[in-house]
């Protein structure tokens, strides 16, 4: 029988250690068994490959970042990466934030501005698919400040389908009315939009968020180039046959 004392003082000591594995950076839903894994657990069991290519993407220069990315690009190709390639997954969400989320910065100055490295991530990100790789395409959406990158961020949410629970047309909604509304118009980030539209009403077979409809209209109204207004109107002729 455990003592009262004890018992307490099991329970602190799993409180203590909860709040240990949180500050190391366990990952959520990063599991074997009932076991949840560290970040370095989770890479200790990985390739020989993506431990390299984790070295890379860790180094301060952009160049190294890029090769990494090359290289995970060539992964994907030769269908070494899934969905479940937690540990690449991981890789791309850091490179996801380079200079967003991850600020290196001398003298003040922002030293790791790489919106090239971000862009590239996002791309790989649609390729490798995922609830993971949704969540972070729709933080790169709303939290990028470069619209090349926001641009492909939303157009790899078009190439997944978007999401089950529609969160993903909400914020392609939500970042597009503030495009549509501003001076801040970009041609290349309207076709984005609308190829991802257009995607994930045929993965839901039309029955995507009002929002959307909306969007394709404003495109159709603004000053925008006249290709761009053509495809806006022709994504809503065809959704009209759905």
Known sequence: MVKQGEGILMKLKGI???ILLALSGMPLGAQTGNQELTVEDI????????QIVRALAQESSRKDKERALNILSRMIDENKVT???VDVIFILEELSGEGVAKEVRINRALANDYSEVRRKSAELLGQVGGKRAVETLITMTLKDPEPTVVAEAIYSLGLLGGDDTGEAEKVIAHVMRIYNMTTRIDNNLAFAAIS????IGKTKSGRIRPELFS????IQNSNYIRA???????????????
């Open 16 to 18: 203590a250690l909860i």
């Open 43 to 50: 890479y200790l069991n990985s390739t020989v490959e993506v």
């Open 83 to 85: 969905e479940g390639s």
């Open 196 to 199: 991802a539209i257009e995607k």
């Open 215 to 218: 969007i394709l209209t404003q």
């Open 228 to 242: 761009v207004k053509k495809k806006a109107e022709r994504v809503l002729d065809e959704m009209r046959t759905y």
